[in-house]
């Protein structure tokens, strides 16, 4: 039967659908292998937002944008239309950004620091955590239980409306603002929330969460978002450092657990996660019901699936982070904010891995209960985003050229926490076994924590996920967190646009460049350390946290002596071998009227000090509800950050706190030299408290516990002298005893000590080694981690250095002197003797005991500091002051 001429086809026609057929094959397979290049094996450097964008005659040409989230759409809680473009092949033009800046203003460039407030995770069934015995003072005792488990972690299926938008723009408003005036918490002025002494708490509705999200912090709104102190760059340009804290340690009273239970996500970020990227339609396959752009032909945008380690991305093994990075586009008109790419973050140790190693028993990274504040090592959290490598982006934030004339910022990062539920316990540890062995090492049950991932768990959703069933997989550690149990296989992270977040942090300058100051000229105290110089400019820096004035412990009473003491302090420190001195102002949560700025400079040089402008919340002892002092401990931690890759050995402590070289050394340069040649990393100072001699004191009565004018009770320092020279007296001979311990302060090798917490090297190399570490360098690993008495060494107080610790005693506190300083007087409980009576030629088996006035001998001086270094000390402040007297 022949065929009608309807159904027959010429060769060229034939040939025409056979090209058309080869046509959509090809267009289909490069469709595949763009999501799989781009997704699938990306490096750590690399934007998984890529840019389908080119260059043409130096400028961008925009091939494809999106709508991110606009009130068109009516799914974003900002107002107004937001567009956001990805580029590849960034460039940037100083000359180009200058002029948008000149004819737009700052206005049309500066984008203002937000935060996205996300609801609560639903990661726990309501009214199942058992929060322990919150009367038992004993922190490790009465504990409690985590609340039951939902497994696998619901989804987040919330959309961008559902977020919450604070805006910072008018109280950031450049990199000159910067770290004095991020989001941390209200500043100087009468708040309901207080920094010290707080007595309210915002579970109990008296403090309004939303009033402090807008006016001071969004934290206790949103308590997946860091607490973040400080942000700038690395010298290299190739990540971002965040500086934060763990604001849940701000409280620790009984009356504050609701608001302490809602915090723990601040710890849940301090804990690692896997990931790995996956396209859009594997992740509209996985969860339908997230919402989404509805980008349908964006095949290149990254996706995130929470995974075990073994399948996660090379550079997502262990991370928290979301990192979306986006720049100015200044070829438009006005200039428009574009995407540049995407990474995700990490941290410069394991916090998980190194509370593992702490100490022995059970010990969680958080309790039910609260009281967690021993475990001091987890106070300050520290992050990093890493740069794409997406063309001159890492080259511009290392030469610090983004940042324009006015200090307005080019480049800004958004920081989106990964949300799953906190880890407790040793046993829940997540951890790779080249870390800790193939098998968790058993632990002291003493929590009775141990059966935590199979009873305390409610199993919701598909019921088939059990657990891994890979016990023994690649990178699987047995006994471990289960993450299969836990997030189970189809836990796909929600857009950053639907997610909680830090949006439009600047980034800035590193610390080698320096900030400008409005007026474009050097800010006082900066020097370039960055740049053409060695990696380690200095030797020996301090790190040093102040203020103009404040009250001590408890608000007893004010001290305004920090002026005086500073200038003395700097000079002294300077003269004994301190490259460098970096002040940490916290002046301006005290008051808005006076800084330490016209005390610094221009007495000290730009070589000589740099002033940070800090001023951020502190918290105090000595009553039920301590919390910590966070503002000096992050004073510390960014100081560490920031500029310990800039020099050999570093401290941070007081103005009281006096570092004298001793025996045959007289710098303390020469000290660090020998620490460093012996092998020592950590050298510490064990601390007593001085108190003044009473030849440098006069008769004092302007207080309502000192007497009158015809009869004053008290003492204090007479005008004139030096605390160095007036506080040379110490109850305790050399060397001090264990107990001195207590108050240690230390000098440590920058590249040894990793975290420093006021009295401790928490964080060194040593505890970061790894089991197979260890075994490729054939040393013993053991769980529990000890310095030995080599690395972290006391120093010999008589040869080698001792600190002198001159805390200032106010006139009150030496009330009834007359008969509290009596030879043969039995001291009460803090109404002993505050003043000095030095025993001749430091001899206290003389059987001379007391003055001729019937005084007790009660302290000892350092000779090398009256006869050697206090003359020196009084050229130095001579000739200081004469070259200022120049100046003038």
Same mark, same amino acid.
């Given at each position: 039967?022949? +065929?009608?001429?309807?159904?027959?086809?010429?060769?060229?026609?034939?040939?025409?659908? +056979?090209?058309?057929?080869?046509?959509?094959?090809?267009?289909?397979?490069?469709?595949?292998?763009?999501?799989?290049?781009?997704?699938?094996?990306?490096?750590?450097?690399?934007?998984?937002?890529?840019?389908?964008?080119?260059?043409?005659?130096?400028?961008?040409?925009?091939?494809?944008?999106?709508?991110?989230?606009?009130?068109?759409?009516?799914?974003?809680?900002?107002?107004?239309?937001?567009?956001?473009?990805?580029?590849?092949?960034?460039?940037?033009?100083?000359?180009?950004?200058?002029?948008?800046?000149?004819?737009?203003?700052?206005?049309? !460039?500066?984008?203002?620091?937000?935060?996205?407030?996300?609801?609560?995770?639903?990661?726990?069934?309501?009214?199942?955590?058992?929060?322990?015995?919150?009367?038992?003072?004993?922190?490790?005792?009465?504990?409690?239980?985590? *609340?039951?488990?939902?497994?696998?972690?619901?989804?987040?299926?919330? @959309?961008?409306?559902?977020?919450?938008?604070?805006?910072?723009?008018? %109280?950031?408003?450049?990199?000159?603002?910067?770290?004095?005036?991020?989001?941390?918490?209200?500043?100087?002025?009468?708040?309901?929330?207080?920094? &010290?002494?707080?007595?309210?708490?915002?579970?109990? *509705?008296?403090?309004?969460?939303?009033?402090?999200?807008?006016?001071?912090?969004?934290?206790?709104?949103?308590?997946?978002?860091?607490?973040?102190?400080?942000?700038?760059?690395?010298?290299?340009?190739?990540?971002?450092?965040?500086?934060?804290?763990?604001?849940?340690?701000?409280?620790?009273?009984?009356?504050?657990?609701?608001?302490?239970?809602?915090?723990?996500?601040?710890?849940?970020?301090?804990?690692?996660?896997?990931?790995?990227?996956?396209?859009? @339609?594997?992740?509209?396959?996985?969860?339908?019901?997230?919402?989404?752009?509805?980008?349908?032909?964006? &095949?290149?945008?990254?996706?995130?699936?929470?995974?075990?380690?073994?399948? +996660?991305?090379?550079?997502?093994?262990?991370?928290?982070?979301?990192?979306?990075?986006?720049?100015?586009?200044?070829?438009?008109?006005?200039?428009?904010?574009?995407?540049?790419?995407?990474?995700?973050?990490?941290?410069?140790?394991?916090?998980?891995?190194?509370?593992?190693?702490?100490?022995?028993?059970?010990?969680?990274?958080?309790?039910?209960?609260?009281?967690?504040?021993?475990?001091?090592?987890?106070?300050?959290?520290?992050?990093?985003?890493?740069?794409?490598?997406?063309?001159?982006?890492?080259?511009?934030? +290392?030469?610090?050229?983004?940042?324009?004339?006015?200090?307005?910022?080019? !480049?800004?990062?958004?920081?989106?926490?990964?949300?799953?539920?906190?880890?407790?316990?040793? %046993?829940?540890?997540?951890?790779?076994?080249?870390?800790?062995?193939?098998?968790?090492?058993?632990?002291?049950?003493?929590?009775?924590?141990?059966?935590?991932?199979?009873?305390?768990?409610?199993? #919701?959703?598909?019921?088939?996920?059990?657990?891994?069933?890979?016990?023994?997989?690649? %990178?699987?550690?047995?006994? *471990?967190?289960?993450?299969?149990?836990?997030?189970?296989?189809?836990?796909?992270?929600?857009?950053?646009?639907?997610?909680?977040?830090?949006?439009?942090?600047?980034?800035?300058?590193?610390?080698?460049?320096?900030?400008?100051?409005?007026?474009?000229?050097?800010?006082?105290?900066?020097?370039?350390?960055?740049?053409?110089?060695?990696?380690?400019?200095?030797?020996? !820096?301090?790190?040093?946290?102040?203020?103009?004035?404040?009250?001590?412990?408890?608000?007893?009473?004010? &001290?305004?002596?920090?002026?005086?003491?500073?200038?003395?302090?700097?000079?002294?420190?300077?003269?004994?071998?301190?490259?460098?001195?970096?002040?940490?102002?916290?002046?301006?949560?005290?008051?808005?009227?006076?800084?330490?700025?016209?005390?610094?400079?221009?007495?000290?040089?730009?070589?000589?000090?740099?002033?940070?402008?800090?001023?951020?919340?502190?918290?105090?002892?000595?009553?039920?509800?301590?919390?910590?002092?966070?503002?000096?401990?992050?004073?510390?931690?960014?100081?560490?950050?920031?500029?310990?890759?800039?020099?050999?050995?570093?401290?941070?402590?007081?103005?009281?706190?006096?570092?004298?070289?001793?025996?045959?050394?007289?710098?303390?340069?020469?000290?660090?030299?020998?620490?460093?040649?012996?092998?020592?990393?950590?050298?510490?100072?064990?601390?007593?408290?001085?108190?003044?001699?009473?030849?440098?004191?006069?008769?004092?009565?302007?207080?309502?516990?000192?007497?009158?004018?015809?009869?004053?009770?008290?003492?204090?320092?007479?005008?004139?002298?030096?605390?160095?020279?007036?506080?040379?007296?110490?109850? #305790?001979?050399?060397?001090?005893?264990?107990?001195?311990?207590?108050?240690?302060?230390?000098?440590?090798?920058?590249?040894?000590?990793?975290?420093?917490?006021?009295?401790?090297?928490?964080?060194?190399?040593?505890?970061?080694?790894?089991?197979?570490?260890?075994?490729?360098?054939?040393?013993?690993?053991?769980?529990?981690?000890?310095?030995?008495?080599?690395?972290?060494?006391?120093?010999?107080?008589?040869?080698?250095?001792?600190?002198?610790?001159?805390?200032?005693?106010?006139?009150?506190?030496?009330?009834?002197?007359?008969?509290?300083?009596?030879? *043969?007087?039995?001291?009460?409980?803090?109404?002993?003797?505050?003043?000095?009576?030095?025993?001749?030629?430091?001899?206290?088996?003389?059987?001379?005991?007391?003055?001729?006035?019937?005084?007790?001998?009660?302290?000892?001086?350092?000779?090398?500091?009256?006869?050697?270094? !206090?003359?020196?000390?009084?050229?130095?402040?001579?000739?200081?002051?004469?070259?200022?007297?120049?100046?003038?």
């Amino acid at each position: 039967m022949r +065929a009608s001429s309807n159904d027959r086809r010429s060769p060229w026609q034939v040939c025409l659908l +056979a090209v058309l057929l080869l046509w959509g094959a090809i267009n289909l397979y490069l469709t595949e292998m763009l999501s799989r290049y781009a997704f699938s094996n990306l490096p750590s450097s690399s934007s998984p937002a890529a840019a389908v964008a080119v260059k043409q005659n130096g400028e961008i040409e925009t091939i494809r944008h999106s709508r991110i989230a606009t009130d068109e759409a009516d799914d974003s809680p900002v107002s107004g239309e937001r567009r956001s473009w990805s580029v590849v092949g960034y460039s940037f033009d100083r000359t180009l950004a200058e002029a948008a800046l000149a004819e737009h203003g700052r206005d049309a !460039i500066f984008q203002p620091l937000r935060a996205f407030v996300e609801g609560k995770l639903n990661d726990t069934v309501p009214g199942t955590v058992d929060r322990g015995n919150l009367d038992e003072k004993k922190p490790k005792v009465g504990v409690g239980k985590p *609340g039951k488990f939902y497994v696998p972690l619901p989804l987040r299926e919330g @959309s961008p409306k559902d977020l919450r938008m604070f805006e910072y723009g008018n %109280r950031l408003k450049s990199c000159n603002d910067i770290p004095a005036k991020l989001p941390v918490d209200r500043g100087f002025g009468k708040h309901v929330a207080k920094n &010290v002494n707080n007595k309210e708490t915002f579970s109990s *509705g008296k403090l309004d969460v939303w009033e402090e999200a807008r006016e001071g912090c969004p934290v206790n709104a949103d308590p997946f978002l860091p607490w973040i102190h400080d942000v700038f760059p690395g010298k290299d340009g190739s990540a971002i450092h965040f500086i934060a804290q763990n604001k849940r340690r701000c409280n620790s009273g009984k009356l504050h657990w609701e608001d302490i239970h809602a915090l723990e996500p601040q710890v849940t970020i301090m804990q690692p996660v896997s990931v790995k990227r996956i396209n859009e @339609s594997t992740a509209r396959k996985l969860a339908p019901k997230l919402w989404s752009n509805n980008d349908q032909n964006d &095949v290149t945008k990254a996706r995130y699936l929470l995974a075990p380690h073994e399948e +996660a991305d090379p550079d997502a093994k262990f991370t928290r982070f979301i990192c979306r990075f986006r720049a100015m586009n200044y070829t438009r008109s006005p200039p428009e904010l574009v995407n540049v790419g995407e990474s995700l973050s990490t941290y410069p140790y394991n916090y998980e891995f190194v509370n593992y190693r702490k100490e022995e028993g059970d010990l969680s990274m958080l309790t039910p209960k609260g009281k967690d504040n021993f475990m001091f090592w987890q106070a300050q959290l520290r992050f990093d985003c890493p740069v794409p490598d997406n063309g001159d982006l890492r080259s511009v934030i +290392a030469s610090g050229r983004s940042v324009l004339s006015d200090g307005t910022p080019s !480049i800004y990062v958004d920081v989106v926490p990964i949300r799953t539920a906190p880890r407790y316990g040793k %046993r829940m540890s997540y951890f790779t076994p080249d870390m800790a062995g193939e098998t968790l090492e058993e632990v002291n049950d003493k929590f009775e924590w141990g059966d935590l991932m199979k009873t305390n768990i409610v199993r #919701v959703g598909d019921d088939r996920i059990r657990s891994s069933g890979a016990e023994n997989a690649t %990178r699987r550690m047995r006994g *471990g967190f289960d993450p299969i149990l836990f997030w189970g296989r189809e836990h796909v992270i929600p857009e950053v646009d639907a997610s909680g977040r830090w949006e439009n942090l600047p980034v800035c300058n590193h610390p080698g460049v320096g900030y400008q100051t409005a007026t474009g000229l050097p800010a006082s105290g900066t020097h370039e350390v960055g740049a053409g110089h060695d990696v380690k400019q200095h030797k020996l !820096i301090a790190c040093l946290w102040a203020s103009a004035s404040f009250t001590t412990r408890g608000n007893a009473q004010a &001290v305004s002596d920090t002026t005086d003491r500073l200038v003395e302090w700097i000079e002294f420190h300077l003269l004994v071998g301190f490259d460098h001195i970096y002040v940490y102002d916290n002046t301006g949560a005290h008051t808005d009227k006076i800084s330490l700025e016209p005390t610094l400079f221009p007495r000290f040089m730009n070589t000589e000090v740099t002033r940070i402008d800090w001023v951020c919340n502190n918290n105090i002892p000595a009553h039920e509800n301590t919390g910590e002092r966070s503002s000096q401990y992050a004073a510390e931690n960014s100081c560490r950050a920031r500029y310990g890759p800039y020099t050999e050995w570093m401290a941070s402590f007081d103005t009281d706190e006096y570092m004298i070289p001793m025996g045959k050394y007289n710098s303390m340069r020469e000290v660090v030299d020998d620490a460093t040649e012996a092998g020592t990393q950590i050298l510490t100072f064990r601390s007593t408290r001085a108190v003044p001699i009473y030849s440098f004191m006069e008769p004092f009565h302007d207080h309502k516990e000192c007497g009158t004018a015809s009869d004053p009770g008290c003492l204090s320092v007479r005008e004139g002298s030096l605390f160095a020279e007036v506080y040379n007296c110490d109850f #305790v001979k050399p060397p001090k005893p264990e107990w001195a311990e207590r108050a240690k302060k230390q000098l440590y090798r920058s590249a040894y000590v990793y975290a420093h917490y006021v009295h401790y090297a928490t964080v060194t190399a040593g505890l970061l080694q790894t089991k197979d570490e260890a075994k490729h360098l054939n040393k013993n690993w053991y769980r529990s981690f000890h310095e030995s008495q080599k690395v972290d060494k006391t120093v010999d107080e008589s040869h080698q250095a001792v600190m002198l610790h001159s805390k200032s005693i106010v006139p009150e506190y030496t009330t009834k002197w007359k008969v509290r300083c009596r030879e *043969g007087h039995k001291p009460e409980h803090g109404k002993n003797c505050r003043v000095g009576f030095p025993w001749p030629q430091n001899n206290d088996k003389s059987q001379e005991t007391a003055t001729t006035d019937g005084f007790g001998y009660n302290c000892f001086t350092n000779e090398k500091l009256s006869d050697f270094w !206090i003359p020196k000390l009084r050229d130095a402040m001579k000739k200081r002051n004469a070259r200022i007297k120049d100046l003038q």
